[in-house]
């Protein structure tokens, strides 16, 4: 009988706290953990190949890359080629779009110097904390994510005692315990976003899943190494205020003429709205390659 | 490492202040490492859990909470988605649907809602998920009541 055991739950307490760990070990056999310890075998693997982020490349490299492959693609990195000069990879761990964002938003402050767009972020970045305190989350749960990516942003700035040289910033980019927590920043402000404008996202989250926008937000957004589609996407450059170009690299083409590579402008709402009023919309300074489930950095000549 | 302590000492502090909200649980962090904790939660009412009083133990990875805690009843316990010898929980938010936005607090909210409310399909105790998946409700109630009285609730004179 196994019970007698387990009778005594008081007397337990203390036996199976000494055996805690050699019981941990034997997990191991366990399918889940099994699966868990080989994710995670497979993304150090990964890491040894490819950095968070990597070097900036000429775009000869991605030509490289398919260089015995389609014939389309070839014909549109050689479009690409003609208005961009570089591309930066990032790690295909799931987060590569936010990641990708990081890193070119805060290499435009660094080099820009732009304080406006800081002041302005800043103050996005604040009614994104007021949106999540309104969903209900608890502060300390997302508030080290939000003072992290603010001392980034303020580090970006060059003249105090904080500021950081553009190898600085890509060591950063590539520091575990730093390049995470802004992805995690992102993904929460990007929670909040579509949490907050629910009856505007439920439609495009229904076409992507069978659940509710809150369980989207869960399972697909908030969670670290969960894709982004362009729900997330929207949701970011609206909560943020960023505009953002994403090019599409794929074998899609048209029949007749020459091969041109799609893009698309995700402009925030606020944008859209003012643009009515005759502003005209600038150019995003974020410019990502999408290849299907891959998001890296352009830059353009 | 040092992010981890910060944030699970916030949970501490918020585990002192929620005690009374929330008579269910009950959550300690070991006197000496603020990365091993243990739970007692309540057995939902109207399972056959209720009455129960069942043991967690949380080990606390050094990335958290960018990790999930590992979690497990000491408890013996016997429903679907609960490794009967190991007392390994399958549980989403505890795998690959984790985000720091849990707690140690909520996810202990959330391993009760998982007593109420079982996963068959995805068993780790497949005699238990077998039993639902046939259709035997009556059968798995009374083997989990029986495990709930022998090992989950206070002996009797």
């Known amino acids: 009988m196994q019970n007698q055991e387990n009778v005594d739950a008081d007397g337990k307490v203390e036996s199976v706290v000494s055996i805690q760990t050699s019981e941990y070990d034997s997990w191991g056999n366990l399918g889940d953990d099994d699966i868990m310890l080989q994710k995670s075998a497979v993304f150090v693997q990964e890491a040894e190949k ?4 990597g070097d900036k490349e000429p775009l000869s490299s991605l030509e490289a890359e398919y260089k015995s492959g389609s014939p389309i693609l070839l014909e549109k990195i050689k479009v690409l080629s003609g208005q961009y000069a570089a591309i930066r990879r990032t790690r295909g761990d ?30 996005n970045v604040e009614n994104c904390r007021k949106t999540l305190r309104s969903l209900g989350y608890t502060e300390f749960t997302f508030e080290d994510f939000f003072a992290l990516f603010l001392e980034q942003l303020e580090s970006a700035l060059q003249g105090n005692e904080t500021s950081i040289s553009h190898d600085e910033l890509v060591i950063r980019s590539r520091d575990q315990s730093i390049s995470d927590y802004v992805v995690m920043f992102f993904r929460f402000v990007t929670s909040g976003e579509i949490q907050k ?9 229904m076409g992507l899943t069978n659940g509710t926008v809150d369980q989207f937000c869960k399972s697909a957004v ?28 794929d074998r899609s083409s048209c029949d007749s003429g020459g091969l041109s590579v799609n893009h698309h402008d995700f402009v925030p709402a606020s944008e859209v709205s003012s643009d009515s009023t005759g502003s005209e919309i600038k150019i995003p300074f974020i410019t990502l390659l999408y290849r299907p489930g891959h998001y890296d950095i352009l830059y353009p000549k | 490492m040092q992010a981890s302590r910060a944030r699970l000492f916030k949970e501490y502090k918020e585990v002192q202040r929620e005690k009374v909200a929330d008579p269910d649980i009950q959550l300690v962090c070991d006197d000496s490492n603020i990365f091993k904790w243990t739970a007692l939660i309540k057995g939902p009412s109207e399972t056959p859990f209720e009455g129960g ?5 949380f080990s606390v990875p050094e990335q958290y909470p960018l990790q999930p805690p590992q979690v497990r009843f000491l408890t013996k316990i016997f429903h679907p988605n609960v490794h009967f010898k190991t007392g390994e929980i399958c549980l989403d938010i505890l795998k690959n649907a984790w985000s ?5 607090q909520s996810v202990c909210r959330a391993i009760i809602a998982l007593m109420a409310h079982p996963e068959p399909d995805s068993p780790l105790n497949c005699d ?19 495990y709930t009285r022998l090992a989950a609730m206070p002996k009797k004179g």
């Open chain 2, 100 to 104: 720091p936005a849990w707690t140690l």
């Open chain 1, 222 to 249: 908030e969670p670290m190494g969960e894709e982004s589609d362009h729900v997330h996407i929207i949701a970011l450059s609206d909560a943020l205020g960023v505009p953002i170009r994403v090019l599409y690299l």
């Open chain 2, 128 to 146: 238990s998920g077998n039993l639902l998946r046939s259709g035997d409700v009556r059968g798995y109630q009374s083997m989990a009541k029986m």
């Open chain 1, 50 to 53: 490819v950095p968070f982020v």
């Open chain 1, 94 to 123: 799931g987060n590569c779009f936010f990641r990708s964002f990081m890193f070119s938003y805060l290499e435009h402050i660094l080099e820009s110097q732009d304080s406006t767009e800081v002041d302005r972020i800043k103050t």
């Open chain 1, 197 to 205: 404008r629910s009856e505007f996202f439920e439609p495009f989250i």
């Open chain 2, 53 to 57: 009083v069942f043991q967690l133990a």
